[in-house]
């Protein structure tokens, strides 16, 4: 490739892709591909427009034009949502550099202001498209306008981008043979380890946390010397040639840095057609070079494109296979090194403070004094020592638990302690129970408490000596004193009234309505429970479950049966007065399930004869869950109601609703009250829900609006779910709503729980977040708490913390069992204190964070405009991360942005939460959708969120048939599809297949038994079971995929270029969104800036 030649007369980005032979399709929102429309990255609400950004004084900037924005921003023709930064091709994940860019004089404004990635992760090898040329990197993430007229031009010889860096990683240091080799000379930087920059560092400075960095070189500041030779008219970085008026020029390089040199005066580019080409050594994982060739698996450029930098001349051979760096940080890549170091070692708890591996890597806890991760997790495990230290920070210190985790099989439950009828050893005077941090004194008989400092004496039956440490000598027999999580049984003073519990009961409520009848529910539900009773939850080794069951039907009435066992037949008894609900029978509605069999078998069977011909549209809505709470009171038990509902509630009766959708509400300050409930009738009644102990689940299968905000209230604060099947069909949505019921009637069940979260003195918890009632400042009440709900704590300094005593939290369940038994369930956990900034930045967990911000957004919604939350978030990001580069970065160029090496994630994940539905709804989301999903991911756990905002792409042709791993993850942007490949996409909810266009014969025939692409049924929801290696294959991985995730996800088949594609690319997040979400390199420039502005 030579530089000489002219700019091409359209974006890179513009032109026809060299990775999808033969694909044209017009751009993500449908325009024509041709040229894309300009960006001013203004108001962050909007369809993003482009960075307007001033130039350094006395620089005269190209002016706006409509021809070429930035490659993030554009939308691309040929299949590909402009997934900014790579001009051309298929990129793979995540730059694995392993070099440190040079940093050169001068200061820089934010002109224009690429930014130059780096990670330090190894790339794992794809054989995905050639990456892009270094200039077109650079122009595109800078969202700069190159020239008047022309668009980022060719790549300069030397890269103009300056190399990504080299964060030291967890393994040391890479040798100078990595990813990235050598550099151009002029260019070649020193390998510095503790904080990788896009900007290098003179090689002896180190910075504290590891970081990663961008640099960006524009506008008169610190410049790359990319080039052998003087730049190129139209030329991307650093500046055109002189001769345009437009752009200042910068000066030639001067004092370049340690470890770089120039040979010689600059003289013409060399010709780039020999494979060693002047300034990039080949390396030993393949050539580093803007020349880019064909890429194994994928076919050559379209005919007929230009191809960047092919002029004609000698023919040029092809580099040999290579790296494909990608420029920014890559969250797959991040996951794939935490599993590679760390999936291997069990997590062993015993140490204080140490973070976790991530929630998407699978690995062993062993509890040694610590509560394991899956019931604890926390933004940081390093807490500021004081008050001032976490504000100028903005760190959110919070822990997400889920205290009724289920653990994988080779981990054992907690243990179950019983101390009698003493009852379990407690603090006198913060009431914090007996763990391993207290401290034993005076030879065993008394006992510091480590929360509050209170010294109580130790009762004379649980007296132990002490060894020559100071701990008492029977600590690793008491769970209470070795472990970070167990049980004690409760006594008497901890049950309502003074009385044991009797067991929970099941009560389900079926809508019987004209709707519910004609679309197959009710008969298909009927059918299911005959079977699904006999798998209701039942305690460690018990021959049947001690829970028991009640039928409701109901329309605008309420029909009650009696099935007690000694009836022949079912009787039902019906309740028309709706406004002053009762309970018409006590004996024979709550029954067990195997002494009432038959006639519970014999009323299934009935209920759809008996409403088959109804005409009935309309339906109630709290009365239902009005009697359901009655009829527990009137039993004197706690337990769960299982509501099955159609429609807006419209009928005349308490808790009556109207239609109040209106999407002329969105982005004005009245949207809020689409998130609200219309009414205060259900919070009353959650209210007494909750004190009954009564939990509410609620599947609804709407064909229209149904106000889920207000439906879902009830469930919401008692610690209910939630699960809606919008236009529900059998044949359809069978399978989907079977798994869901099936999962949610046998999961164990916490009932009638109240939680309390104690800490040490210093700080205290604050605020909560999830699905739960509160009455009182402390105490989180759940009529019930199954294993999928997390309940997350915000804490707050009240006084100075000790970096040597550290912080402690304790987080206390007392519930109900299954069986009727009162527990107290304990997990405990020791974070460090730290006096340093770089501390706190060195031990945070972005995927904590990231859970805990969508949740504050997620509240935010009911009370301020959305667009006021997405600022705050916004804001608050930046405030963390220039805090991080003012107080613990080493000194660099404000060009470059630098980001802690463990939240280098931030801005991507962040970037998602922004996208999401809640936040900016696209014109195809509902209210409904978004009322959902905002209650959902209110009491989502760290892993749940974690693949809910980032979903994961798998392509499923690439990896060996025979292999029976998972395939490893691409990221999620459609610059990563090939055509010629499968992907499944999922999100937690969503599953979909998406095909490509040119996908083999043979790979079609094997899936979907069809002989062509054309023949695919778009939409098709089941894949036919055939008897071959790849259907086997793809078969087991889907039911794989849908055995992690506590929902079904139904799979979406999604043909290449068809209608439903609009739908699957909603979840390819890196790329800008339809609704006018930014690109995740567009969002990384307005980061930088907002950085910069709040550094300035």
Sequence with gaps: MNVNQSAPPVPPFGQPQPVYPGYHQSSYGGQPGSTAPPTSYGAYNGPVPGYQQTPPPGVSRAPPSSEAPPASTAQAPCGQAAYGQFGQGDVQNGPSSTVQMQRFPGSQPFGSVPLAPVVSQPAVLQPFGPPPTSAQVTAQLAGMQISGAVAPALPPVGLGYGPPTSLASASGSFPNSGLYGSYPQGQAPPLSQGQGHFGAQPPQRSAPPQASSFTSPASGGPRMPSMTGPLLPGQGFGGPSVSQPNHVSSPPPQALPPGSQMTGPPGPPPPMHSSQQPGYQLQQNGSFGPARGPQPNYGSPYPGASTFGSQPGPPQPLPPKRLDPDAIPSPIQVIEDDRNNRGSEPFVTGVRGQVPPLVTTNFLVKDQGNASPRYIRCTSYNIPCTSDMAKQAQVPLAAVIKPLARLPPEEASPYVVDHGESGPLRCNRCKAYMCPFMQFIEGGRRFQCCFCSCINDVPPQYFQHLDHTGKRVDAYDRPELSL?????????????????????????????????????????????????????????????????????????????????????????????????MFVPLLDGFLVNVSESRAVITSLLDQIPEMFADTRETETVFAPVIQAGMEALKAAEC???????????????????????????????????????????????????????????????????????????????????????????????????????????????????????????????????????????????????????????????????????????????????????????????????????????????????????????????????????????????????????????????????????????????????????????????????????????????????????????????????????????????????????????????????????????????????????????????????????????????????????????????????????????????????????????????????????????
């Design 484 to 580: 970070g999580s167990y049980e004690f049984l409760a006594t008497v003073d901890y049950c309502k009234n003074n009385k044991f519990p009797s067991p929970p009961a099941f009560i389900f409520m079926i809508d019987v309505s004209y709707n519910a009848i004609r679309s197959g529910l009710v008969r298909l539900l009927c059918e299911e429970l005959k079977s699904l009773l006999d798998f209701l939850p039942r305690e460690g080794g018990a021959e049947e479950s001690a829970i028991r069951v009640g039928f409701v039907t109901y329309n605008k009435v309420l029909h009650f049966y009696n099935v007690k066992s000694s009836l022949a037949q079912p009787q039902m008894m019906v309740v028309s007065d709706v406004a002053d």
């Design 638 to 1096: 706690a337990g769960k109601l299982f509501l099955f509902h159609t429609s807006l509630p419209i009928a005349e009766a308490p808790g009556k609703l109207k239609n109040r959708d209106d999407r002329k509400l969105i982005n004005t300050d009245k949207e809020k009250t689409l998130f609200q409930p219309q009414t205060g009738a259900y919070q009353t009644l959650a209210k007494e829900c909750v004190a009954q102990g009564c939990c509410v689940d609620l599947f609804l299968f709407p064909n229209q609006y149904v106000d889920v905000a207000t439906l879902s209230v009830v469930p919401q604060l008692t610690g209910g779910s939630v699960y809606k099947y919008a236009c529900f069909q059998v044949e359809n949505d069978q399978e989907r709503f079977l798994s869901d019921l099936r999962r949610d009637v046998q999961k164990v069940v916490g009932f009638d729980a109240v939680m309390r979260v104690r800490t040490s003195t210093g700080i205290r918890a604050v605020d909560f977040f999830g699905a739960f009632y509160m009455s009182n400042t402390t105490d989180v009440e759940l009529a019930g708490l199954d294993g999928d709900k997390t309940v997350t704590v915000e804490f707050k300094h009240d006084d100075r913390l000790n970096e040597e005593s550290g912080a402690l939290l304790q987080c206390a369940l007392l519930y109900t069992s299954c069986a009727g038994q009162r527990r107290l369930r304990i997990h405990n956990l020791a974070l460090n204190c730290c006096t340093q900034l770089a501390d706190l930045y060195r031990n945070c967990e972005t995927d904590t964070l990231i859970n805990y911000m969508a949740k504050f957004a997620y509240r935010g919604v009911l009370n301020s405009p959305v667009k006021t939350v997405r600022d705050t978030l916004i804001t608050q990001c930046a405030q963390i991360l220039a805090c991080y580069r003012k107080n613990c970065a080493s000194p660099s160029s404000a060009g470059q942005l630098i980001l802690p090496e463990c939240m280098k994630l931030l801005p991507v994940y962040l970037n998602c939460v922004l996208k999401s539905d809640v936040l900016q709804p696209g014109a195809e989301v509902t209210t409904d959708d978004r009322a959902y999903v905002r209650q959902l991911v209110t009491s989502m756990d760290v892993a749940e969120t974690n693949v809910f905002f980032y979903p994961r792409l798998l392509p499923l042709t690439k990896s060996p048939i025979e292999s029976a791993t998972e395939p490893p993850a691409v990221r999620a942007s459609e610059e990563r599809l090939s055509n010629g490949d499968i992907y499944l996409l999922e999100n937690g909810l969503n599953l979909f297949l998406w095909v490509g266009a040119s996908v083999q014969q043979g790979v079609v025939q094997s899936l979907f038994s069809v002989s062509s692409f054309s023949q695919i049924t778009s939409g098709l929801s089941v894949l036919p079971v055939l008897d071959n290696p790849l259907s086997k294959k793809v078969r087991g991985l889907i039911d794989s995929l849908r055995a992690q995730r506590s929902r079904y996800m139904k799979l979406i088949v999604v043909k290449q270029e068809d209608k439903l594609e609009m739908l699957f690319k909603h979840f390819l997040v890196e790329d800008k969104s339809l609704s006018g979400g930014a690109s995740y390199v567009d969002f990384l420039c307005h980061m930088h800036k907002e950085i910069r502005q709040l550094l300035s």
